[in-house]
């Protein structure tokens, strides 16, 4: 694996140096507004619908991790905005995706979470499918009566495997173009640290009570830190200061550690200034991707399809294979063991109660608008770009 070495690109010195000045500073990158959100974006389920449609429903977002996937035959479920999904990897190695109903009477065709099969087979009346998705077997059907076989396959979703990760358009008949999607330059920085090389250590799912954007909200907000995370993160980051690269649909974005003050007057010895901040990447429209020293964790945020006040969030901890780690499998798994426990910790102790009870504060009826500061830099950027694609024709 290329990239499990310690440093990072070159490309990320400019932040640096950025948050250098603004740390000798006493300034942050900013907006040049404040921008005012109505509450019903977090509650209403006509703008829930919307966003389901014009949002998942059109651009591409990431399904899974490659190494999800690992063979032939390997698949894996999951609750997409619109559709149930099962995702598999067929013989000729390509990924597809297929609505996880089975075309007879609607038995949710695969019910694990994840595994390997040569066909679908239903469990209700024995129905089979090719992992292409074609219908290969119906069941007494001298006795079913005349169907067309060839339009009863799986419903196909827009698939494309693109930068170590499975993207898919939750609508079939949308179309997929990750690159374009992405753009070449923010198309450049996520290639450039070839993920396809690394593996989904672990994959954790939170069925919260809050609307998807109130969630992923919090992991684009670096004013929350010292008064949310006083003893953990609070510790270590620098609150309410970061510098943003702004690529329309997706971003990029670093914070200082406080090691980093140490550095602002003198130039540095042999380590890279770039290991004293924190760089994070929205990918549009839903996930937060980290990079940390020596791995990556993903945050994904997808709405229920149901109900504005909940939503599923997936944590990803990708890192370099056991191969590549140079580790034995105990301290390989120990190390990863150790940093994942940190992880829950803050968000199941420091996150997720606050993200709660906001949301249950926001079916206020009297509660206004809320505010986004001219410092909230990524938080507008995020909800500008999904009011963009909502207004989309
Ligand atoms: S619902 Fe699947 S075979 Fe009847
Ligand atoms: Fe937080």
Same mark, same amino acid.
């Given at each position: 694996?290329?990239?499990?070495?310690?440093?990072?690109?070159?490309?990320?010195?400019?932040?640096?140096?950025?948050?250098?000045?603004?740390?000798?500073?006493?300034?942050?990158? !900013?907006?040049?507004?404040?921008?005012?959100?109505?509450?019903?974006?977090?509650?209403?389920?006509?703008?829930?619908?919307?966003?389901?449609? /014009?949002?998942?429903?059109?651009?591409?977002?990431?399904?899974?991790?490659?190494?999800?996937?690992?063979?032939?035959?390997?698949?894996?479920?999951?609750?997409?905005?619109?559709?149930?999904?099962?995702?598999?990897?067929?013989?000729?190695?390509?990924?597809?995706?297929?609505?996880?109903?089975?075309?007879?009477?609607?038995?949710?065709?695969?019910?694990?979470?994840?595994?390997?099969?040569?066909?679908?087979?239903?469990?209700?009346?024995?129905?089979?499918?090719?992992?292409?998705?074609?219908?290969?077997?119906?069941?007494?059907?001298?006795?079913?009566?005349?169907?067309?076989?060839?339009?009863?396959?799986?419903?196909?979703?827009?698939?494309?495997?693109?930068?170590?990760?499975?993207?898919?358009?939750?609508?079939?008949?949308?179309?997929?173009?990750?690159?374009?999607?992405?753009?070449?330059?923010?198309?450049?920085?996520?290639?450039?640290?070839?993920?396809?090389?690394?593996?989904?250590?672990?994959?954790?799912?939170?069925?919260?009570?809050?609307?998807?954007?109130?969630?992923?909200?919090?992991?684009?907000?670096?004013?929350?830190? /010292?008064?949310?995370?006083?003893?953990?993160?609070?510790?270590?980051?620098?609150?309410?200061?970061?510098?943003?690269?702004?690529?329309?649909?997706?971003?990029?974005?670093?914070?200082?550690? /406080?090691?980093?003050?140490?550095?602002?007057?003198?130039?540095?010895?042999?380590?890279?200034?770039?290991?004293?901040?924190?760089?994070?990447?929205?990918?549009?429209?839903?996930?937060?991707?980290?990079?940390?020293?020596?791995?990556?964790?993903?945050?994904?945020?997808?709405?229920?399809?149901?109900?504005?006040?909940?939503?599923?969030?997936?944590?990803?901890?990708?890192?370099?294979?056991?191969?590549?780690?140079?580790?034995?499998?105990?301290?390989?798994?120990?190390?990863?063991?150790?940093?994942?426990?940190?992880?829950? !910790?803050?968000?199941?102790?420091?996150?997720?109660?606050?993200?709660?009870?906001?949301?249950?504060?926001?079916?206020?009826?009297?509660?206004?608008?809320?505010?986004?500061?001219?410092?909230?830099?990524?938080? !507008?950027?995020?909800?500008?770009?999904?009011?963009?694609?909502?207004?989309?024709?």
């Amino acid at each position: 694996v290329a990239t499990s070495g310690a440093t990072l690109p070159d490309i990320a010195e400019s932040l640096v140096e950025r948050l250098r000045t603004h740390l000798r500073n006493g300034t942050t990158d !900013q907006c040049p507004e404040v921008m005012h959100l109505p509450r019903k974006n977090f509650t209403d389920a006509s703008i829930a619908e919307a966003e389901r449609r /014009k949002i998942f429903g059109r651009v591409p977002f990431i399904a899974a991790h490659s190494s999800e996937l690992p063979e032939p035959n390997s698949f894996v479920t999951r609750p997409l905005p619109r559709n149930e999904a099962v995702l598999v990897r067929g013989d000729d190695g390509r990924v597809r995706t297929f609505v996880n109903m089975c075309r007879h009477r609607g038995a949710l065709l695969e019910p694990r979470d994840e595994g390997t099969c040569r066909v679908f087979s239903c469990i209700y009346h024995g129905w089979s499918y090719n992992l292409d998705g074609s219908l290969r077997n119906i069941t007494y059907s001298s006795s079913f009566g005349d169907v067309d076989t060839s339009s009863l396959g799986l419903v196909e979703l827009p698939t494309e495997e693109h930068a170590g990760f499975v993207w898919v358009v939750d609508d079939p008949q949308g179309s997929i173009d990750v690159t374009a999607w992405l753009g070449p330059d923010f198309d450049e920085i996520l290639s450039s640290y070839e993920l396809d090389g690394f593996v989904c250590y672990r994959l954790g799912v939170f069925d919260e009570p809050a609307n998807w954007k109130v969630l992923h909200d919090a992991f684009l907000d670096g004013y929350h830190i /010292k008064f949310a995370h006083p003893l953990s993160a609070g510790k270590h980051i620098h609150t309410n200061v970061y510098a943003v690269d702004d690529y329309g649909s997706h971003a990029r974005f670093a914070s200082p550690r /406080k090691s980093l003050d140490r550095w602002l007057d003198d130039e540095p010895g042999d380590e890279p200034l770039s290991w004293h901040m924190t760089l994070s990447h929205f990918v549009g429209p839903n996930c937060t991707l980290l990079r940390h020293r020596d791995h990556f964790q993903l945050l994904s945020f997808f709405p229920s399809r149901t109900d504005p006040l909940t939503s599923r969030m997936e944590m990803r901890l990708l890192v370099p294979s056991l191969g590549a780690s140079g580790l034995h499998e105990d301290a390989w798994r120990a190390k990863w063991d150790k940093n994942w426990d940190i992880l829950m !910790q803050v968000l199941r102790d420091e996150d997720f109660p606050v993200l709660r009870n906001l949301q249950r504060a926001t079916t206020s009826e009297s509660g206004g608008p809320l505010i986004l500061g001219r410092n909230e830099v990524l938080n !507008q950027a995020f909800h500008r770009e999904i009011a963009r694609l909502l207004t989309d024709a």
